[in-house]
Every structure is written in C-alpha cells, then in structure tokens.
C-alpha cells in the first residue's frame, strides 16, 4: 500500500519560512519524479516544484528563487522548504508521486497560511 504522508503546514507571517515534509511508504521517492502541488480557495491546484529521479528540480516562476525541492533517500521522503513566503502562497500543498494513471500518488495536503 502506498501512502505519501505531508506535513510541516501551518501559519506563519509574511516573510516566513515553513519546510514541508512528504514521508513515503510503499514506493521508492528517489525512482520517481515527484513533486509539489498547491491549491488555493476557488483555484485549480497548480504544481509548483518538481524533481526528477535523476534529481533534477525545476520551479514555476512564482516561487523561483524563494522555495527549494529536495529529497533524502535515506529518509524516503521529499522536502519543500519555503522562505520569504508572501500571502499570495497561502493554500493546500499537496505532494505528488508521479506516474501512469494506474501508478501515480497523492498525500492528503498540508495546509499554509501566510498572514500577519
């Protein structure tokens, strides 16, 4: 059974910093792209961090420069530490293993709220 188990979400101010973890089980994080997907109220949810198998990240620009995917083989889990968080990135993160539709995961979302 495979389970993608976030945390790490909670409330911070504006130029914060949170880090989300995403612990693995049943599958092998560092075999797959895996990646973090975030959806605020009334929005569609969006991905915003990827990272390859072969460990290779990539970013939409809104987060650029502020947000880091990562991942600890050791661990089995994914990483997606967050600084100078701004309101506009309040919303559910979800992490996601990817895959055919038959084989692909998602954890049950971790909620970020940025405010003062």
């Known amino acids: 059974q495979v389970q993608l188990v976030e945390s790490g979400g909670g409330l911070v101010q504006p130029g914060g910093s949170l880090r989300l973890s995403c612990a693995a089980s049943?599958?092998?994080?560092?075999?797959?792209?895996m990646g973090w997907y975030r959806q605020a109220p009334g929005k569609q949810r969006d991905l915003v961090a990827h990272?390859?198998?072969?460990?290779?990240?990539n970013y939409v620009d809104a987060i650029k420069g502020r947000f880091t995917i990562s991942r600890d083989d050791a661990k089995n889990t994914v990483y997606l530490q967050m600084n100078s968080l701004k309101p506009e990135d309040t919303a559910v993160y979800y992490c996601?293993?990817?895959?055919?539709?038959?084989?692909?995961?998602w954890g049950q979302g971790t909620q970020v709220t940025v405010s003062s």
């Open positions: 996601k293993a990817f895959g055919p539709p038959f084989d692909a995961y």
């Open positions: 049943g599958i092998i994080v560092s075999r797959r792209d």
């Open positions: 990272i390859s198998s072969g460990g290779t990240t």
